[in-house]
């Protein structure tokens, strides 16, 4: 089946990563590194039941990175042809010759990279043979499900299933060569809701690496349609200072912020304000956070990083303390670190429930304050962790949802924020790398009418 879907096989794109190796050294290059791929996959999208687009992709790409001592020069194509390779190669070491010296310049320590014998099958590939047919009949079935979910729906976005695989090799002139096929589907629906004074839209999907692990159709359209009508005549809460209820879709955005302040280009930048914290308590001690590279099926899994540098579970957070950073080679060298298998960013993160009962014990927990569904907004300082985001979900009263509210404004600082969480749900949203659930804040300011 993979040779069917792809052009070229793992060993023919091992083949062009080691002519490009060739062509770099035959130029004078000291080091070098290389990344060729080929992508294939399928978009079908359904609108109030007629097809709206129906999308085919296949593209490929070689890139080149090469280095004359601790200058780096790097030029890509998507041409695999003989004289397109040989010219970028070509490009790469001229860009080279130009370009000032870089002490932290330079590929991943050998000592660091993925050995052959420790490589994984991660069950990271399974082709869909979905044709376009059912593809449609799949888009159209999920929209027509959430239409039907209520009256007051009166409009669509439609109804979406995409299937993707990529094929890749990453090679440098250390000898590492590594080649990874990996596949990712998806179905989505997005509808309208109409209510006495307002319009309001919203949506579900459901992503996996085998589409056996989709949820269904009809699931996923119901969800959909269900958080539509829920949210119509929504109103505006008194300002004020309240407790905040991240619902897990939203919550996984506060670990974003975490690992973001504490990766590498962040540190070495001093934009973060998490700067040093290496060992240092930076969350509530309830807080845990490990992270698996090798979750089977993982949508963030793989047994080397972007650079060829062995991965490794570990512990994140523990009991609120940070453990580790996310570097690559370049970062790590600014900092005076070693790489920590990170160039590509994070892998899954899991995090420790605190409290049994899903979205309802985090209610009761709560109390009265507010249930955040959706987050708008880039009002973040990541320098500062000053926190401010258009917000709108539910007002909560005795630990039950009151009614929907909207146009507010949600403010606080993230190191206060992460110092301040009162639980954790088990709630867990499994659909991305961040697999967590609900998060309840003790308190945040809430910004409505005066």
Not at 38 to 49: A, D
Not at 175 to 181: A, R
Not at 241 to 251: H, S, T
Not at 412 to 441: E, F, K, P, T
Request: charged residues 20%; hydrophobic residues 40%; contains cysteine.
């Amino acid at each position: 089946m993979a040779e069917q879907i792809f052009s070229y096989t793992e060993a023919a794109l091992e083949d062009i990563a080691a002519r490009m190796l060739a062509l770099a050294r035959a130029g004078g290059a000291t080091a070098a590194e290389t990344d060729v791929s080929e992508g294939c996959g399928q978009n079908v999208s359904v609108r109030l039941g007629e097809v709206e687009t129906i999308e085919y992709n296949r593209d490929k790409g070689v890139s080149l990175t090469v280095y004359l001592g601790q200058k780096k020069g790097h030029a890509s194509t998507s041409d695999f042809s003989d004289k397109a390779l040989a010219d970028t190669a070509a490009a790469a070491l001229n860009i080279a010759r130009y370009t000032a010296e870089d002490d932290c310049a330079g590929l991943a320590d050998p000592a660091l990279l993925l050995k052959a014998g420790d490589r994984r099958d991660l069950d990271l590939y399974h082709p869909w043979d979905l044709p376009v047919e059912q593809a449609i009949a799949l888009a159209r079935q999920c929209e027509d499900v959430a239409r039907g979910v209520d009256a007051r729906i009166s409009n669509s976005e439609g109804g979406t299933v995409a299937t993707h695989a990529t094929r890749h090799c990453y090679a440098n002139s250390h000898g590492y060569s590594g080649s990874l096929t990996t596949s990712r589907h998806s179905l989505s629906a997005s509808v309208v809701a109409s209510g006495a004074n307002s319009m309001q839209r919203d949506y579900w999907y459901s992503t996996a690496r085998h589409a056996d692990d989709l949820l269904s159709a009809e699931e996923v359209g119901r969800i959909a349609g269900e958080r539509a009508v829920r949210r119509l005549d929504g109103r505006r809460v008194k300002t004020g200072q309240y407790p905040v209820l991240f619902e897990a879709p939203v919550a996984g955005s506060l670990l974003s912020h975490l690992v973001q302040a504490v990766s590498g280009g962040s540190l070495y930048r001093k934009s973060s304000f998490l700067l040093d914290s290496l060992g240092q308590q930076v969350a509530a001690s309830l807080l845990n956070i490990s992270e698996d590279p090798f979750v089977l099926r993982g949508l963030a899994s793989g047994c080397a990083d972007d650079e060829g540098v062995a991965t490794s579970a570990r512990q994140f957070v523990k009991d609120g303390v940070l453990q580790g950073y996310f570097l690559g080679s370049y970062s790590a060298r600014k900092l005076g670190m070693q790489s920590t298998g990170h160039a590509g960013g994070a892998h899954n993160l899991v995090v420790q429930p605190t409290l049994a009962g899903g979205l309802p014990a985090l209610l009761a927990r709560m109390g009265t304050g507010l249930l955040v569904t959706e987050l708008m907004g880039q009002g973040i300082n990541m320098v500062t962790g000053d926190y401010s985001r258009g917000a709108s979900g539910f007002w909560v009263e005795n630990g039950v949802i009151a009614y929907p509210v909207e146009e507010l404004t949600i403010a606080g600082n993230l190191r206060d924020m992460l110092q301040g969480i009162d639980a954790i749900g088990d709630d867990i949203d499994y659909r991305g790398s961040r697999h967590m659930g609900s998060v309840l804040l003790g308190n945040m300011m809430v910004a409505g009418e005066a």
